[in-house]
């Protein structure tokens, strides 16, 4: 078919893109890399840039463009949207797959220049893995067959091989999961399998999904005029690429070097696979032109999913700041849930689901959920709980459609077909359906097969010649082989008859027929043999669709001066090596086959869902050993990854840690969602789901929301026990506080709750009865409420603590009348400093006359704090109340003894913060300071904020716990008076000081005999800033 960019129309291609997409595709750089974080629409982008490089004035040839891709599902999704773009089938003339296949294409072509032999095969990984267990077998090896195997492609996807002296591969952030896994294997016993492994595959004329990629790299290096044609690449999901993936980029662009790849370093998950997060940088340096373009809008969720998500990625104090946009509006905010066990978390995802279906009225479907887990093991409780409750689902990285038995066997009959040297595939079907040929025989073809460097084929091929060297065959399983070489034969002469009325579904027929398959299927599966034959049609229906297909798509074009490879097949024989590869390829990656349907929950792996998003998610098991998991050694390839099934979500988002395992084992939240930024996004329930909520939904799904009616209808129709997240407590009620994670409900860490308690009590001591310690509480921004009717926000005022004290006063008043009957038992009194045992007042004779007078204007301390601050509702200003040296001036009070003298005096005031039990909201208090024990005596005498309110002292706190109550000065200048009384019978002139910093009343009153001149020393020029010296 003929291809005219002229054709194309350009209007299609732009429309709807914003600046930096549209930038993206439009930009002349012949390098550019475009960062795409999720759904920002990379997909939407790359396609459109495909389609402009093939419109004027570029007009590039489409067979003269390669585009990379990771799945065959991506592949598929991004011709179907370049067909809707441009048209005319140009989508099929592009050199359009995953890099295997693109690989594969040049192999087949030009595979014969590097010594590939004709009439190869791939080795898929079950195969790869059956060789690597045979050898390990034979060998009576230790090692781990899958550790094994995953070295081997490490190895081949760094473009190395193992030396017997040589140790383990360079640990790096990349691929530290895979060294953790395989460092004890010994070197020595590694290289021998590695090198059996090799010739194991050479014997079967295979290649794995690593030699693809290594013989392709060899090809273009040796023989680069084979891609001299190529005008463009283009490489999706850039950052999953592996150091040989990067090398063959540079040589397919060589000619011209013009690339276009779009990545997201966020997204970097396949350390374990060998992928190198830091190509990124390596083409930058490799390609100093580079245009880097930021694609900085998110069009899948909602603002707080998103936000919450950046939150967890910008831990990384590595990572570059990139914005990131949200076009949704902030819709309703994630959950983190905590549940008592992994069984309870299983019960809790199935009742959510149930809630939120009939809340949004049946808007959400079931095929809108998916649940995402790190491990597949995570999955046993949740199956379990949806099997109970009736909810169908789908598990994705399962067993796949081409492992199916009755798939794989057909499957490998054809193999055998192409290429009869493939050891493995004939191995597992040659007594399929039973030829009496026992797993002995098999094993002792195989061996002298392995020993004489030979295929299993050739050996049978000769023994049925009457040579069975070195194996012994009994005459029925002899039997049972000749006809299974026969029916190989005989389809083999099908595929080479050059007949323009058969096609490849006519061979598989024949094939099924030769060994009864359909007869095999019914005795050996009664129970599901209808779904399986139903399978069987769907492998010839693929079949049918390959053969449609136009026979040039497959094929790169001829380059001038390079020759051919001059291998004939006939049409069958190429329409069965392109059904063949596909199927091999599509096992590559566990990439999702099968479209989940409407009635099926999604239950997924991270790593499966990447490139994925549905309505709601949810995220069980965050825990430290789960995410991270317990053996990764990158913790930043671990958050990356959390940070990939939370960007899943378009609307709501769930995650959930159980407070104990599925091994009844405590657990810690992980430490991503530990960190406190995240506390004020993170609700600890689900949400309530209100009209506006579901409204929300609908608006960020792109759904018309049901209405009010239609919603209660549906809640009512559903049985659900509750409308809210209520049915589930957050913990065992056995599990004790000292057992928690260390965050309560309010995401304050409650260790560090107990040591702010602990020094709020070392600074202010034991307080008296009526008073209690300040804990300011910095409360999350997002969980603030507004305050209730009545409640004074800010500090409490005098009148309202005054009022809650009311009842403490009177005991108050009542101590003080009992005092006054027990006076006149009592002799006079003198206030001494307390002394160890705590006693303030002792008996004492009788008080002389004061020496001195003080002056007019000077009151004590005491009078100072006993002023009564004003009610806050009538504003009357009270009369003056009496000085002390007023009050002692009295006769009538001089008469009494000193103790009496003590009770007449105005009693002191001093301030109190507000604190949190009283419905007082502190919206702009500070966290108490805490002092260490080196400076709190510092602290004693430095400014403080100036009082709020005042209340009476309380006479009757016991001295030692009013000893450390720090009292609050105000820090304006003031002129005040003092009085120190300290013995009845002498006395001393003070002078006015002026009062700006802050002093205990306790150790004014507690002062040692040779600190008793401190009132002087206060009425010095400097004032209380000599007091440090005077103590010292």
């Known amino acids: 078919m003929s291809f005219r960019a002229s054709q194309i129309d350009l209007e299609p291609i732009l429309v709807g893109l914003n600046n930096a997409q549209r930038l993206a595709v439009t930009s002349p750089s012949s390098v550019v890399q475009i960062l795409a974080p999720p759904g920002s629409g990379k997909t939407r982008t790359l396609t459109s840039r495909v389609a402009w490089l093939l419109c004027p004035p570029q007009s590039l040839d489409p067979r003269n463009v390669i585009v990379a891709t990771f799945t065959v599902k991506a592949a598929r999704e991004m011709k179907e949207r370049i067909s809707k773009l441009v048209g005319n089938g140009v989508e099929g003339r592009l050199v359009l797959g995953t890099f295997h296949s693109i690989a594969r294409r040049y192999l087949v072509k030009y595979g014969h220049l590097v010594d590939v032999k004709t009439g190869w095969g791939i080795a898929d990984s079950g195969d790869s893995l059956g060789i690597v267990k045979r050898i390990i ?47 004890d294997i010994s070197t020595e016993d590694f290289v021998q399998v590695f090198e059996d492994y090799e010739a194991a595959l050479e014997a079967s004329n295979l290649l794995d999904y690593d030699d693809l990629l290594l013989r392709c790299l060899e090809l273009l290096k040796h023989n680069p005029e084979c891609v001299s044609n190529v005008e463009a690449v283009l490489i999706d999901e850039f950052q999953d690429t592996n150091f040989v993936q990067f090398e063959l980029m540079k040589l397919l662009a060589w000619k011209r070097e013009r690339i276009t790849i779009v990545g997201d370093p966020d997204q970097s998950i396949y350390g374990f696979r060998a992928a190198e997060i830091r190509n990124l940088s390596r083409m930058v340096r490799a390609y100093p032109q580079t245009l880097v373009v ?227 299927l019914r005795r050996s599966y009664p129970e599901d043999f209808d779904a399986r034959w139903s399978n069987v049609s769907e492998l010839l229906s693929q079949a049918q669709e390959v053969e449609r297909l136009d026979d040039d798509e497959d094929m790169l074009p001829d380059i001038d001066g390079l020759p051919q490879s001059q291998i004939e097949q006939s049409r069958l024989q190429l329409v069965l090596d392109r059904f063949l590869s596909n199927t091999a390829l599509a096992n590559e990656v566990k990439d999702d086959d099968e479209p989940v349907k409407q009635g099926q929950v999604t239950v997924s792996t991270i790593h499966a869902s990447k490139g994925l998003e549905w309505p709601i998610v949810f995220i069980p098991a965050v825990y430290q050993g789960s995410i991270p998991h317990s053996r990764a050694e990158d913790t930043d390839e671990e958050r990356r990854l959390l ?75 559903s049985g659900i026990a509750s409308t809210l997240d209520d049915q589930f407590p957050e913990k065992d009620p056995s599990e004790s506080d000292s057992e928690s994670d260390g965050l309560d409900e309010d995401g304050i860490r409650l260790k560090r709750r107990r040591l702010q308690n602990e020094q709020a009590s070392k600074t202010n001591g034991p307080l008296g009865e009526g008073f209690r310690p300040v804990i300011s509480r910095e409360r999350p921004a997002g969980r603030m409420e507004k305050p209730p009717p009545g409640v004074v926000v800010g500090f409490k005022s005098a ?113 109190v913060r507000a604190d949190h039990h009283s419905g007082v909201m502190l919206l702009s208090s500070s966290p108490a300071r805490v002092s260490s024990k080196r400076r709190r005596k510092k602290e004693e005498i430095t400014s403080s904020p100036p009082p709020v309110f005042s209340v009476p002292f309380s006479r009757h706190i016991e001295p030692a716990r009013a000893e450390r ?46 600190r008793r001149t401190l009132g002087v020393r206060r009425s010095m020029g400097d004032g209380w800033r000599n007091r440090a010296s005077a103590k010292r």
């Open 294 to 520: 930021h694609l900085e809008q998110n069009y899948r969720s909602s603002a707080s999913i998103l936000l919450a998500a950046l939150e967890v990625i910008e831990q990384d104090p590595n990572r570059p700041k990139k914005p990131l946009t949200p076009t949704h509006a902030v819709g309703t905010g994630p959950v983190l849930r905590r549940v008592p066990s992994a069984f309870l978390e299983a019960s809790w995802i199935v009742s959510e689901i149930q809630r939120v279906r009939a809340m949004t009225g049946g808007m959400v479907e079931f095929g809108d959920i998916a649940i995402l887990v790190r491990s597949a093991n995570l999955t046993r409780n949740i199956e379990t709980s949806f099997v109970k409750a009736g909810v169908a689902y789908k598990m994705v990285g399962g067993l796949r459609f081409y492992d199916r038995v009755e798939i794989k066997t057909l499957l490998d009959y054809l193999r055998i077909i192409q290429n009869p040297s493939n050891n493995d595939a004939l191995a597992r079907v040659v007594n399929t359906p039973t030829r009496k040929v026992g797993d002995t025989t098999v094993k002792a073809l195989l061996d002298e097969a392995d020993k004489r460097t030979k295929s299993m084929w050739e050996i049978i091929r000769t023994g049925l010649g009457g040579i069975w060297k070195g194996v012994k065959i009994a005459k029925a399983a002899e039997k049972g082989l000749g006809d299974f070489v026969g029916i190989i034969l005989s389809t083999q002469k099908q595929l080479e008859e050059d007949d323009q009325g058969k096609g490849l579904v006519d061979v598989m027929e024949f094939l099924m027929r030769k060994i009864g398959y359909e007869d095999y």
């Open 965 to 1010: 109550r720090t009292v609050v000065e105000e820090t304006t200048t003031t002129r005040t008076s003092a009085t120190v009384i300290h013995d009845a019978a002498s006395s001393r002139d003070t002078a006015a000081v002026t009062n700006s910093n802050t002093m205990a009343i306790a150790t004014v009153v507690t002062m040692a005999p040779k």
């Open 799 to 911: 009148g309202s603590h005054m009022q809650e004290l009311k009842e403490t006063r009177l005991n108050q008043e009542a101590e003080r009348a009992q005092v006054a009957k027990e006076k006149q038992r009592r002799g006079p009194v003198m206030v001494e400093p307390p002394n160890r045992s705590g006693s303030l007042i002792k008996v004492a004779p009788a008080a002389a006359a004061r020496s001195s007078k003080r002056p007019a204007d000077q009151e004590s301390l005491l009078s100072y704090f006993g002023k009564r601050a004003p009610e806050p509702v009538r504003k009357v200003i009270p009369p003056k109340a009496p000085t002390a040296t007023e009050v002692i001036r009295d006769k009538s009070v001089r008469d009494k003894n000193l103790k009496e003298q003590i009770e007449a005096l105005p009693q002191p005031k001093f301030p």
């Open 137 to 183: 077998k034979r060998r009576k090896s230790p090692l781990d067959p899958s550790q094994v195997r995953s070295r081997i492609s490490h190895f081949k996807a760094r473009n190395s091989s193992p030396a017997a002296s040589a140790p383990p591969p360079p640990s790096t952030a990349a691929t530290q999961s895979t060294q953790a896994r395989v460092k």
């Open 643 to 717: 940070y990939v099934a939370m960007t899943r979500a378009q609307a709501l988002l769930y995650m959930s840690c159980p407070v104990r395992n599925s091994q009844k084992e405590k657990t810690k939240l992980s430490q991503f969602l530990a960190h406190r930024s995240l506390h004020p996004l993170l609700h600890s329930r689900g949400p309530t789901l209100g009209f506006s909520s579901v409204q929300s939904i609908g608006r960020i799904v792109g759904r018309e929301c049901p209405s009010e009616v239609q919603i209660q209808t549906a809640v009512d129709e």
